[in-house]
Nanobody
Framework: VQLVESGGGLAHTGGSLKLSCAASGFTFSDYGMGWFRQAPGKEREFVAGINWSASDTNYADFVKGRFAISRDNFGNTLYLQMNDLKPEDTALYFC?????????????????WGQGTQVTVSS
């Protein structure tokens, strides 16, 4: 299994970025997926999750209305569109592969992670 994030970078407050997570080594369309983030000195936290068919999504309260998770099961890619970025969104963003009995926001419901992509938002 391999998960490779990309798309991070520097943005200004109010700006946008779109993260991608290229998946390989498993049947992508069979599993829920999620995005988490970790800021310096803080624990990793749930950002957004999506089920295998993209029929259901879930978001942390602090990103509702600003971020959108999506997936391309033909291209084996997970996305996170981030709009109206704030300095507090600055973090290393990770994608994760859900396990069979998967709970959106629990880190122990994910068995593989990417290496992360850095998002920095300047004020």
């Amino acid at each position: 299994v391999q998960l490779v994030e990309s798309g991070g970078g520097l943005a200004h407050t109010g700006g946008s970025l779109k993260l991608s997570c290229a998946a390989s080594g498993f049947t992508f369309s069979d599993y829920g997926m999620g995005w988490f983030r970790q800021a310096p000195g803080k624990e990793r936290e749930f950002v957004a999750g999506i089920n295998w068919s993209a029929s259901d999504t879930n978001y942390a309260d602090f990103v509702k209305g600003r971020f959108a998770i999506s997936r391309d099961n033909f291209g084996n890619t997970l996305y996170l569109q981030m709009n109206d970025l704030k300095p507090e969104d600055t973090a290393l963003y990770f994608c994760g592969k859900g396990i069979t009995n998967w709970n959106w926001a629990r880190q122990d419901s994910y068995d593989y992670w990417g290496q992360g992509t850095q998002v920095t938002v300047s004020s």
